[in-house]
């Protein structure tokens, strides 16, 4: 079985200064996926950031990075120079090869920017 | 290019009533999944599709809840006879079944039953 598992229900961040948003996952997979999306107050969900298991670099996206750690299983999100509009939840999710295809979610985290 | 479109934003209904929620998803993906977001137990996965044929409909509640996908442009998830605990987000969502590509959601389905 997988499971994801985000620990920090929520955060604070000083405007302009990093974060990072912990997750660890479970799953007896070899070939696997590890997704971020965010989801703002008004509530749709917006895709950030892809790690593949086989993925020798973590993965960036402009501000956003995922620190990669395999054999902890964890897969924690890192924004840089946080701004106002970061406020949202974020979503740990994944996908294992042999699952069918099915995304699975963390619980989130309600991150909050202060300016 | 447009995105998945879900149908309606917000319904509002009686206990014991049909509801049903539509989901076109973009043209050339081949996955579809049926989310529902809740402050209790977070983003679930209801059922999701390959091809149109559902492939895993485990986390669909009971028997009240059903989903079809006629075709590759659209798919229905039926909740009858709806119960106040069913009220949620439902989002839609798809993707071409290629590992590592992303999820694509619809703006979802505010659903309230009383």
């Known amino acids: 079985a997988q499971k994801i598992t985000q620990t920090q229900p929520g955060m604070f961040v000083q405007e302009k200064e990093a974060v990072t948003l912990d997750c660890t996952y479970d799953?007896?997979?070899?070939?696997?996926?590890l997704f971020w999306y965010k989801q703002p107050s008004s509530g749709e969900m917006i895709f950030l950031i892809y790690?593949?298991?086989?993925?020798?670099q973590n993965a960036t996206e402009g501000r956003y990075s995922l620190n990669f750690q395999k054999a902890r299983k964890s897969a924690n999100l890192v924004i840089s120079a946080s701004q106002l509009g970061d406020s949202a939840m974020y979503f740990c999710a994944m996908r294992g090869e042999n699952q069918g295809g099915k995304l699975i979610f963390g619980q989130g985290t309600e991150l909050s920017v202060k300016p | 290019d447009a995105g998945v479109i879900q149908s309606p934003r917000h319904e509002v209904t009686e206990m014991g009533q049909e509801v049903t929620l539509r989901c076109k998803p973009i043209s050339g993906h081949n996955s579809l999944f049926w989310y529902r977001q809740t402050m209790m137990r977070g983003l679930e996965l209801l059922i999701y599709?390959?091809?149109?044929?559902?492939?895993?409909d485990s986390g669909m509640p009971e028997d009240r809840f059903s989903a079809k996908m006629p075709n590759a442009s659209f798919s229905t998830l039926k909740i009858q006879p709806s119960e106040p605990r069913d009220s949620a987000v439902y989002f839609c969502?798809?993707?071409?079944?290629?590992?590592?590509?992303?999820?694509?959601f619809g703006s979802g389905t505010q659903l309230s039953v009383l």
């Open positions: 599709f390959n091809n149109n044929v559902p492939i895993d």
């Open positions: 790690q593949g298991s086989y993925d020798e």
């Open positions: 799953t007896s997979d070899q070939s696997y996926g």
């Open positions: 969502a798809s993707r071409r079944t290629v590992m590592g590509e992303k999820l694509f």
